[in-house]
């Protein structure tokens, strides 16, 4: 990508502040490259040293990266708010936003009459009992200890205030590779050192995780289930192996994000329990009951969480007890039960739908669980540019990767079944140029 913008600024905060103004105002786009250190510093009339310093700030800040051999470039979900994407054309078939199907979610309207309208006032207690009962119901049937737990504002939210709770910026994290976008941004912002870990179809594997805790981390994030983007859940024996693993390293700071909970498609398996010190299960409700409730409840164990609830207090104070009582509504009525389910197999049936289309072209692709399916593919902006032309929207694998090769993300939630064969088609066709096979 050609850089358009003119960095300005005569020492190393002007020059870091001329570049967040352009990637504030959308001139410096996710992706691009800043000038290599001495071009700019000849450019500016300062030493390089200057500059080094303005992309060491903006670096610890969560605004640039360094990308090997292609330089220094603009991360592509900054830490700051900017310009929204142009929205997908209305010929244009969406399938990249990760949105869950809003026919698969629990209307509000009821839940919200249930609601008593009186005003709560401060010093009552922060988290709603019947919510909290309702949660330790769900961890205690899945097997994970609900001795502590937290409601704060959706999944980043919890993962954000857990590592606060233990990290400083420098530590070294595990984290997924390829994993969720807003994970990688969050650790890059927190000034936290990634150790990539490969996965496979049954989650992390085992020897990379090995390798990261070599390096001494930290803290591990990962996704029990529905891993975004690549489909991955552990089954018991990965999970077993995890845990083995994990055991000689009790101090390091073990985080499961289960951001898609019941619609997942796959049972819940956790690496966590009292044989560790320090553990969070962030079990998050917006892809069972609508992106709109920022609402998940954190188990873990009991220093963690006293240091989220005591940071939570003298910030935010509290989630809001209005969405507090909805969430609780719907998790205790049947039929959003049902829908939940409904969802699930709906999920389910797309995802494999859609394997199985694109196995009879030769085309491999992945997604044991969740809401999308991902496909290596040799090269990701011919692939995205291709399928848009056939009238497909979906993800480049740029922002989910950190280490692994190139794919697609494919959200899957609203794909019709008699859409199946037609996009895995025009996807093979796109593929073919590239020398893959399929069939005719």
């Given at each position: 990508?050609?850089?358009?913008?003119?960095?300005?600024?005569?020492?190393?905060s002007?020059?870091?502040?001329?570049?967040?103004?352009?990637?504030?105002?959308?001139?410096?786009?996710?992706?691009?490259?800043?000038?290599?250190v001495?071009?700019?510093?000849?450019?500016?009339?300062?030493s390089?040293?200057?500059?080094?310093s303005?992309?060491?700030?903006?670096?610890?800040?969560?605004?640039?990266?360094?990308?090997?051999?292609?330089?220094?470039?603009?991360?592509?979900?900054?830490?700051?708010?900017?310009?929204?994407?142009?929205?997908?054309?209305?010929?244009?078939?969406?399938?990249?936003?990760?949105?869950?199907?809003?026919?698969?979610?629990?209307?509000?309207?009821?839940?919200?009459?249930?609601?008593?309208?009186?005003p709560?006032?401060?010093?009552?207690?922060?988290?709603?009992?019947?919510?909290?009962?309702?949660?330790?119901?769900?961890?205690?049937?899945?097997?994970?200890?609900?001795?502590?737990?937290?409601?704060?504002?959706?999944?980043?939210?919890?993962?954000?205030?857990?590592?606060?709770?233990?990290?400083?910026?420098?530590?070294?994290?595990?984290?997924?590779?390829?994993?969720?976008?807003?994970?990688?941004?969050?650790?890059?912002?927190?000034?936290?050192?990634?150790?990539?870990v490969?996965?496979?179809?049954?989650?992390?594997?085992?020897?990379?995780?090995?390798?990261?805790?070599?390096?001494?981390?930290?803290?591990?994030?990962?996704?029990?289930?529905?891993?975004?983007?690549?489909?991955?859940?552990?089954?018991a024996?990965?999970?077993?192996?995890?845990?083995?693993?994990?055991?000689?390293?009790?101090?390091?700071?073990?985080?499961?994000?289960?951001?898609?909970?019941?619609?997942?498609?796959?049972?819940?398996?956790?690496?966590?329990?009292?044989?560790?010190?320090?553990?969070?299960?962030?079990?998050?409700?917006?892809?069972?009951?609508?992106?709109?409730?920022?609402?998940?409840v954190?188990?873990?164990?009991?220093?963690?969480?006293?240091r989220?609830?005591g940071?939570?207090?003298?910030?935010?104070?509290?989630?809001?007890?209005?969405?507090?009582?909805?969430?609780?509504?719907?998790?205790?009525?049947?039929?959003?039960?049902t829908?939940?389910?409904?969802?699930?197999?709906?999920?389910?049936?797309?995802?494999?739908?859609?394997?199985?289309?694109?196995?009879?072209?030769?085309?491999?692709?992945?997604?044991?669980?969740?809401?999308?399916?991902?496909?290596?593919?040799p090269e990701?902006m011919?692939?995205?540019?291709?399928?848009?032309?056939?009238?497909?929207?979906?993800?480049?694998?740029?922002?989910?990767?950190?280490?692994s090769?190139?794919?697609?993300?494919?959200?899957?939630?609203?794909?019709?079944?008699?859409?199946?064969?037609?996009?895995?088609?025009a996807?093979?066709?796109?593929?073919?140029?590239?020398?893959?096979?399929?069939?005719?």
């Amino acid at each position: 990508m050609t850089l358009q913008y003119r960095i300005r600024g005569g020492t190393a905060s002007a020059i870091a502040h001329s570049i967040e103004a352009g990637i504030r105002d959308g001139r410096l786009p996710g992706g691009a490259a800043v000038p290599a250190v001495r071009a700019l510093a000849t450019r500016l009339a300062v030493s390089p040293s200057t500059v080094a310093s303005a992309y060491r700030t903006l670096t610890g800040r969560g605004l640039l990266h360094p990308d090997g051999r292609r330089g220094t470039r603009v991360r592509h979900r900054p830490p700051l708010p900017t310009r929204a994407t142009a929205p997908v054309p209305p010929h244009v078939r969406d399938l990249a936003n990760g949105s869950p199907n809003p026919a698969l979610l629990p209307s509000l309207r009821a839940a919200l009459a249930t609601i008593d309208p009186h005003p709560r006032s401060y010093g009552e207690r922060t988290n709603l009992p019947e919510l909290l009962r309702l949660a330790t119901g769900q961890f205690d049937h899945d097997g994970i200890p609900a001795d502590a737990l937290a409601v704060v504002g959706g999944a980043l939210d919890g993962i954000e205030r857990a590592l606060q709770a233990h990290l400083r910026p420098g530590d070294r994290i595990a984290i997924e590779d390829p994993g969720y976008p807003g994970v990688i941004d969050l650790v890059a912002a927190l000034g936290l050192v990634p150790e990539p870990v490969a996965l496979d179809e049954a989650g992390m594997a085992p020897d990379a995780l090995a390798r990261a805790l070599r390096h001494r981390v930290a803290a591990c994030i990962l996704t029990p289930r529905a891993q975004n983007p690549s489909g991955a859940a552990l089954d018991a024996a990965r999970a077993g192996e995890l845990r083995r693993l994990l055991k000689k390293h009790p101090d390091v700071l073990v985080i499961e994000d289960d951001h898609a909970g019941p619609v997942a498609g796959t049972p819940a398996f956790t690496l966590c329990g009292a044989d560790r010190t320090r553990w969070v299960v962030v079990r998050s409700v917006s892809k069972s009951l609508g992106p709109d409730l920022r609402l998940a409840v954190l188990s873990g164990d009991a220093t963690t969480i006293a240091r989220v609830e005591g940071r939570q207090i003298i910030g935010a104070g509290w989630v809001s007890h209005v969405l507090q009582r909805l969430v609780a509504s719907l998790w205790a009525d049947a039929a959003t039960a049902t829908l939940v389910r409904r969802a699930a197999a709906t999920y389910t049936a797309r995802r494999a739908e859609l394997i199985a289309a694109l196995a009879r072209h030769g085309v491999v692709a992945h997604g044991r669980s969740g809401l999308n399916v991902w496909v290596p593919v040799p090269e990701e902006m011919a692939v995205v540019r291709s399928l848009s032309d056939a009238g497909y929207a979906v993800n480049a694998g740029e922002r989910y990767r950190i280490a692994s090769g190139p794919a697609i993300r494919i959200t899957i939630t609203a794909l019709a079944a008699d859409e199946v064969a037609p996009l895995a088609a025009a996807l093979a066709a796109s593929l073919a140029p590239a020398g893959r096979t399929h069939a005719p």
